[in-house]
């Protein structure tokens, strides 16, 4: 009985420990504002504006970022230039293994795993696959970047056709996985989704799991305004991704997890209806 409430009570302090400290980060952000504005000399109603935001993270189209690549020390060659080999960066840079690699815990240290350890596209779906749509939904319910979800719906094409090798579609990205690697994905590999086929039972568990992943990330805040600022590639990704739901839902609707409703409600949440491909 002792244990049990010494268990409790840790559990208990633990949980005050993490409220305490995300307390002290709001009100460093919240002082940090206040800084600011005055700094700035700003009106009252500048001045509440900033400090009631000032714990939430800024959205940027990512084509209005400019991008400077910085390779680090080791990736060049004695005489001073980048090596065109990438045989060193493959060597120091561990993709993510979902048996040895924990799954990330925040927001942040997904990203970085998912721009550091995942490569390719096959890497990438591993990292989705491991983290679960519910795990997904949690780490980013406060905000998405517009880059990562234009990234997640492209990492998520070749589910919806791997063997077309369209451009802009990383195609065929399951298909190179090692067999005991993709053995361990809770999805099959997707088989071609043509006009008039009829699905197969690993498309079907494909569209589940696309459906699944986009639903989650979709309750993220400001969910809307993250859609229009996705690039053009993502754009015609969440085209692709929606036939292919929609095609699931019409030739399986008895042994797909979701409704026509559900899929209709998602289709909106992406904003496919005003995408002009």
């Not at 459906?211 to 989650?216: E, K, P, Q, V």
Request: glycine share 6%; charged share 20%.
């Amino acid at each position: 009985m002792t244990s049990a409430a010494a268990g409790l009570g840790s559990s208990k302090a633990s949980k005050e420990l993490q409220s305490a400290l995300q307390d002290d980060i709001e009100r460093q952000a919240v002082d940090a504002a206040k800084k600011r504005a005055v700094g700035q000399h700003v009106d009252y109603d500048t001045f509440k504006n900033m400090v009631a935001v000032a714990h939430l993270r800024p959205l940027q189209d990512p084509s209005l970022t400019q991008t400077v690549s910085h390779a680090p020390a080791w990736r060049f060659a004695p005489n001073g230039l980048l090596a065109k080999s990438a045989d060193s960066l493959t060597l120091r840079i561990a993709t993510f293994d979902p048996q040895k690699s924990p799954v990330p815990s925040t927001s942040d240290e997904f990203i970085r795993v998912w721009n550091r350890q995942c490569p390719t596209s096959a890497d990438k779906l591993r990292l989705l696959s491991s983290c679960g749509p519910d795990h997904m939904s949690k780490l980013f319910r406060a905000a998405l970047p517009a880059d990562l979800l234009s990234s997640i719906l492209i990492a998520l094409c070749p589910l919806h056709n791997p063997a077309s090798g369209s451009p802009g579609e990383p195609a065929g990205a399951l298909s190179n996985m090692p067999k005991q690697e993709s053995a361990d994905m809770p999805f099959a590999q997707a088989e071609g989704v043509m006009p008039g086929s009829v699905l197969s039972a690993e498309s079907c568990s494909n569209a589940d799991f696309i459906f699944d992943m986009l639903h989650g990330l979709s309750g993220a805040g400001r969910f809307a305004l993250t859609v229009r600022l996705i690039n053009q590639s993502a754009r015609k990704a969440a085209i692709k991704l929606s036939c292919t739901l929609q095609q699931a839902q019409n030739v399986h609707s008895g042994t797909i997890s979701y409704s026509a409703d559900q899929l209709h409600q998602l289709q909106r949440d992406l904003d496919v209806y005003n995408i002009n491909s």
